[in-house]
């Protein structure tokens, strides 16, 4: 508990900033406007596919789990839900260990090989936004003002993410060398944490092993698609509910969302608030004037993260209540799954 109360305040300060960086040139009285003016049969409409989004997203999870265990989709949905909800609202990501740790936490399925999936559905997501991203700025060429900090986190995520691809790749290949370079790296600052990290590494690489085979991955990349395509449509849709965005087309949302993913791979503040604002308004300053993004962007802006965090609390919180998991097993999920990794046990629920 004192360890996240740390990454809270730690993460705090970085919401702040982003909140900052998203308010400083709002008009206030030109956002209440926005809001007043907005269509609310497409802010419905926006909720109902973002709901399907969250199936979709559920279902894709379970392509990569298939074959290490069977799981109901009853207990998929209530574990996805409570994950999804956890990654929001805990502070610097830290809700990503949510999932592989509530998922095991019957012992059907090893804690190593869930985490494996998390990761390789985490660098999948990047790479293919990141490359979308890239592909985007370069196509549209000098019809838009692109800021060169855009374009240069654009090729930060995909350098790091395809790095990160290969180390993955080389490490399934030869596990026991991988370890054994990382024990020799470690060692002259700690030996005991270099044994306890191997060990952790080890177990990770291992459950890389279980996933799955290249049909089910298929399935997984083609859903993947439909993913991230749903969650263009969306913004495209929600373009509609303000006058000042309405001129905007699914390409224009495939850019805004692609900054927004790019964005969101920064750990912040709790609810991600501040950073999923701020990169929203990044991705519509390629197409908009500077004074419809302190009204109608920031307006936008907000209204996505609300419905977003509204869907995903209330599915959570339902599945909390379901009485299947403990709210204080999503807590110590991040000190659960080092634990499970290692060797230990995990906390007790």
Same mark, same amino acid.
């Given at each position: ?7 809270? %305040? ?10 900052? /960086? ?24 926006? /909720? ?8 979709? !997203?559920?279902?894709? =999870?379970?392509?990569? +789990? ?26 610097? !990501? ?45 196509? *549209? ?8 900090? *855009? ?12 790095? +990160?691809?290969? %180390?993955?790749?080389?490490?399934? =290949?030869? #596990? ?19 044994? !306890? ?30 993913? =991230? ?6 913004? =495209? ?44 308004? *990044? ?9 419809? *993004? ?13 419905? #977003?965090?509204? #869907? ?17 097993? %999503? ?19």
């Amino acid at each position: 508990m004192k360890k996240l109360l740390i990454n809270s %305040v730690i993460s705090m300060f970085i919401g702040a900033l982003f909140v900052w /960086l998203a308010v400083r040139d709002v008009d206030w009285n030109a956002m209440g406007s926005a809001f007043g003016q907005v269509d609310l049969l497409r802010v419905a409409l926006y /909720l109902g596919l973002f709901i399907v989004v969250h199936f979709s !997203r559920v279902l894709r =999870w379970g392509c990569m +789990l298939k074959p290490l265990g069977h799981v109901p989709f009853g207990r998929l949905f209530t574990v996805s839900s409570v994950g999804f909800m956890a990654l929001i609202l805990l502070p610097l !990501r830290l809700g990503e260990f949510a999932r592989p740790f509530l998922i095991s936490e019957r012992g059907k399925i090893r804690m190593s090989a869930a985490l494996a999936t998390i990761v390789v559905e985490r660098v999948v997501d990047a790479l293919f936004m990141a490359l979308m991203l890239t592909i985007i700025l370069f196509a *549209l060429g000098d019809s838009i003002q692109v800021p060169g900090d *855009l374009r240069f986190w654009a090729w930060i995520v995909l350098v790091a993410f395809v790095a +990160l691809l290969v %180390v993955m790749v080389l490490a399934y =290949w030869r #596990q026991e060398t991988a370890v054994r370079w990382f024990r020799a790296l470690v060692k002259p600052i700690s030996a005991k944490l270099a044994d !306890r990290l191997s060990s952790i590494l080890e177990s990770f690489f291992g459950g890389l092993k279980a996933l799955p085979s290249f049909k089910l991955f298929g399935g997984f990349l083609g859903l993947t698609i439909i993913y =991230w395509g749903l969650n263009a449509l969306g913004l =495209w849709i929600l373009f509609g509910a303000f006058d000042g965005l309405s001129h905007l087309g699914f390409v224009e949302a495939l850019t805004v969302l692609s900054v927004l993913c790019v964005g969101l791979m920064i750990p912040a503040g709790p609810g991600m608030i501040g950073n999923f604002h701020w990169f929203i308004k *990044l991705g519509l300053s390629l197409f908009v004037a500077e004074a419809m *993004l302190g009204s109608s962007g920031v307006a936008y802006a907000i209204l996505v993260h609300g419905i #977003q965090l509204s #869907q995903q609390v209330i599915f959570g919180v339902a599945c909390l209540f379901s009485g299947h998991i403990s709210f204080r097993r %999503v807590l110590v999920a991040p000190a659960g799954v080092g634990d499970g990794l290692d060797g230990s046990s995990p906390p007790a629920p």
